[in-house]
């Protein structure tokens, strides 16, 4: 199986990847040309490669550059408009990607972007699954994140020891399963291996998981491919949440499930008016939401309600002020 890693390059003389890359493609975010060796180039991607490898060791990896290395890995979108993940997509559909795996998105204000929901559109009808992060902002604003907001992409929480969620994982109602992301050993571009967090390494190694299944049966269709990893993972109590979606992946129960595949009907359906859930296999109630941790919110209210109390009371003070002065 092809699985396309779009990332931020690779270092493809790493020995976790050497010899194991059949190619790699343009640079989509920077047309000034960094190579590998440069700032911003090869770390994240060199460690995701090497997560899918980790579990799918003989797959065939095609990678492209379309973000660059940093703090926060960003999709962004260049100057002339252009969406760089975008391009990334349809290269790796016209190089006969199995699977593309997006460790990526995030920002404060990461919008849902045309070109690439046509572009992840173009592979999903192409038959070629796509898994993206769900992003590390959990723990701070929680914000939105995309392509793992896209309908068509499957959203990849990120679980700690134990297959509890991960304290940063993002909290989204389209999380769709979730995979470790603590403490994931992966290739560092300079030598060696280094512990990685993240809904990225969670994405990789489900990315891997997805390859082992259409190894096992390649007429796997992406809606049956989410449907079987939705259906064999460990569940978390209560059912799907928007924390971890349907829960951890079990990738060997998933693996096994994939010879014997769910049908699942995809032509278009006239709405019926349905406003309880979302399509199957979900069942995902629209409005229900997990009890969300209050403390620190109920704590800035009442400290904002305290200054907005001085305020008011220093304004009196003044005007009060104001008018003694004022008879005298």
Do not use: W
């Amino acid at each position: 199986m092809t699985v396309a890693v779009l990332d931020t390059g690779i270092n493809p003389d790493h020995p976790a990847l050497k010899g194991r890359v059949a190619k790699v493609g343009p640079d989509f975010y920077d047309l000034a040309g960094l190579k590998p060796g440069d700032y911003g180039y090869g770390i994240h991607g060199t460690a995701m490669v090497s997560d899918v490898l980790k579990v799918a060791p003989k797959a065939k990896i095609i990678t492209a550059r379309v973000i660059r290395d940093g703090h926060d890995v960003k999709a962004e979108r260049l100057e002339d408009g252009v969406s760089p993940v975008a391009e990334g997509i349809d290269f790796a559909v016209e190089n006969d990607a199995d699977v593309i795996s997006l460790s990526l998105g995030g920002g404060v204000i990461n919008e849902l972007r045309n070109d690439e929901l046509a572009a992840a559109a173009r592979a999903v009808q192409k038959g070629v699954t796509l898994l993206a992060g769900a992003g590390n902002s959990g723990d701070e604003g929680n914000e939105a994140n995309f392509p793992a907001g896209y309908a068509n992409v499957i959203s990849v929480a990120a679980t700690k020891q134990g297959g509890q969620r991960a304290e940063f994982s993002t909290v989204r109602t389209h999380n769709t399963i979730a995979a470790p992301g603590v403490g994931i050993i992966s290739a560092d571009k300079d030598g060696g291996y280094r512990p990685v967090n993240g809904t990225s390494p969670a994405t990789a190694l489900a990315a891997g998981v997805t390859a082992l299944m259409l190894a096992e049966n390649p007429d796997l269709t992406p809606a049956q491919t989410r449907a079987i990893l939705m259906r064999t993972a460990d569940h978390p109590e209560g059912g799907h949440n928007p924390l971890v979606g349907a829960g951890q992946i079990n990738a060997a129960a998933a693996v096994r499930a994939a010879a014997n595949p769910p049908k699942i009907d995809t032509t278009p359906k006239p709405y019926k008016g349905d406003v309880q859930h979302f399509a199957s296999p979900t069942g995902t109630d629209k409005v229900s939401h997990p009890p969300m941790e209050t403390e620190l919110v109920t704590i800035g209210l009442s400290a904002a309600g305290g200054g907005l109390l001085l305020v008011l009371c220093g304004g009196l003070l003044f005007r009060k002020s104001k008018r003694q002065r004022a008879a005298v």
